[in-house]
């Protein structure tokens, strides 16, 4: 167990659909990144959060979103859903001191 | 730009055997390397890392990474392997702070351990 938790672990959902993905982090670490993996473009960073400030962003659709709230852990929302997006999203923790990710099980999204 | 490659799709090993997991980089600057496995519908379990000093390094359920600035490698090995080393593992680079310190991985890599 990694410490970093994540839920829902499954959702299914159907096309222009609006979904909610949440995040919690290690206990003491600030940062929180959010991955998608899927079977063509492999796995992918979207986005950081540091402290609630988003400090990088990667290949992150416009029609994504995310916010990092003050207790820190951090929600991804994703809308006007395609079938496309149906992917694994990974949260993932950063311990400052060791300089390692830490990732979440993942939540698995299916767009019917 | 940092990028890692892991050139073999599926590695197929004899329990028992010596398994080695393939990973090139090409990175500007030091590079910082990790490798992480995932077990079906489980999250990446995080493996070993190389940030500085020795070329081998050591990490958990027995795998063992080389270093190889020449060659720009980072193979993932283990001397013996286990039927529940059977997994998708995962190279990747770490980019600079002002990146975010964001990963990017390799393809991934099977490896089926066959009794």
């Known amino acids: 167990d990694s410490g970093v938790t994540q839920t829902p672990k499954h959702l299914i959902t159907a096309t222009g659909q609006r979904v909610t993905l949440r995040c919690s982090p290690r206990s003491g670490d600030l940062s929180v990144y959010w991955y998608q993996q899927s079977l063509d473009q492999g796995l992918q960073f979207l986005i950081q959060y540091y402290n609630g400030e988003e400090r990088a962003k990667g290949n992150i659709l416009e029609r994504f979103s995310a916010q990092q709230f003050p207790d820190l852990h951090s929600e991804l929302n994703l809308s006007s859903l395609e079938l496309g997006d149906s992917a694994l999203y990974f949260c993932a923790s950063r311990d400052l001191y060791t300089d390692t990710q830490y990732f979440g099980p993942g939540t698995r999204l299916t767009v019917l | 730009a940092q990028s890692v490659a892991q050139p073999e799709d599926q590695v197929n090993v004899a329990e028992g055997n010596p398994l080695t997991v393939k990973c090139t980089y090409s990175?500007?600057?030091?590079?910082?390397l990790f490798w992480y496995v995932q077990y079906p519908n489980r999250g990446l379990q995080f493996l070993l890392k190389y940030i500085t000093g020795d070329n081998l390094v050591k990490g958990s359920y027995g795998f063992e990474a080389e270093f190889n600035k020449s060659q720009t490698s980072f193979h993932l090995k283990k001397p013996s392997a286990l039927v529940s080393d059977s997994a998708l593992y995962f190279c990747a680079v770490r980019h600079s702070k002002a990146a975010g310190n964001k990963l990017t991985f390799g393809g991934g890599t099977r490896v089926l351990v066959k009794p």
């Open positions: 990175v500007s600057g030091n590079p910082y």
